[in-house]
């Protein structure tokens, strides 16, 4: 297990993006997880990347097979699932995590962890649902949208772990650019945009209200109020 530290007390510019490529939608009616990707992003840099392909040890329906181009014959050569979770845990380290629509992954990042015995004790962030929020205007809120609509830099892959990790990574980028700009704040914590992330719509102007006016982030969590520099 790793090191119980508190998680919401870090900066949401310093953490893992990760994405999942699965056999189906949910490890509890046997789905298991065929690649995995993910970018470490520090201080607002993405400085590292982790891909590999997994052999679940069971077929790849053929509408996965088209949806992802992850074949059968490509993941019989690769290393099994439980070796590779293994390589993962360790590049998470006590790093939070985020992921597009991120109850998904979370559930195949908890099923893969508990089979090598090991958890994620962390905190995660959904940039599904902060663009939800931040972004209302946008024609809706898939990643390859969102990626058009902010001009993201993208590869133009989609339903590969790696790519959409990387185009997630730029989104949540983006949207902390988004709370600075539009917001007038700057370095919010990873408490703020968890909390960001459960706020109902209606409640955001008050959230920011707050949050401006006491200087601090959600749960005591400090984050800095944003200085325009003057020319």
């Known amino acids: 297990m790793l090191p119980t530290t508190s998680g919401h007390n870090h900066t949401a510019d310093t953490l893992i ?9 949910s490890p509890d009616l046997g789905d298991r997880s065929i690649e995995v ?4 992003i520090e ?13 679940p040890g069971c077929r790849i329906p053929v509408f996965i097979e088209n949806l992802t181009g992850i074949t059968n014959r490509m993941v019989n050569d690769a290393r099994k699932n439980n070796d590779v979770m293994n390589d993962f845990f360790e590049f998470i380290g006590n790093h939070n995590l985020v992921a597009h629509n991120a109850s998904f992954d979370a559930r195949f990042l908890r099923a893969e962890l508990k089979r090598i015995k090991k958890s994620f004790t962390g905190e995660m962030a959904c940039s599904l649902l902060a663009s939800r929020r931040l972004f209302q205007e946008a024609p809706n809120h898939q990643l390859a949208t969102l990626a058009e609509y ?3 830099p993208t590869q133009g892959t989609y339903h590969r772990a790696l ?16 709370v600075q700009e539009r917001y007038d704040l700057s370095a919010p914590s990873f408490a ?8 109902p719509k209606h409640q955001l102007s008050r959230l920011f209200h707050s949050a401006r006016d006491n200087a601090i982030g959600v749960n005591g ?8 520099t003057t020319c």
Do not use: Y
């Open 17 to 25: 993006v990760f994405d999942f490529e699965t056999t189906g939608l």
């Open 37 to 40: 990707g993910a970018v470490l």
């Open 43 to 55: 201080g607002g840099k993405i400085t590292q990347r982790f891909q590999q392909l997994m052999n």
């Open 150 to 152: 902010k001009n993201l």
């Open 163 to 178: 790519a959409d990790a990387e185009v997630t990574a730029h989104l949540w980028l983006s949207l902390l650019r988004e």
């Open 192 to 199: 703020f945009m968890t909390q960001l992330c459960k706020t």
């Open 221 to 228: 969590v400090a984050f800095e109020r944003h200085t325009p």
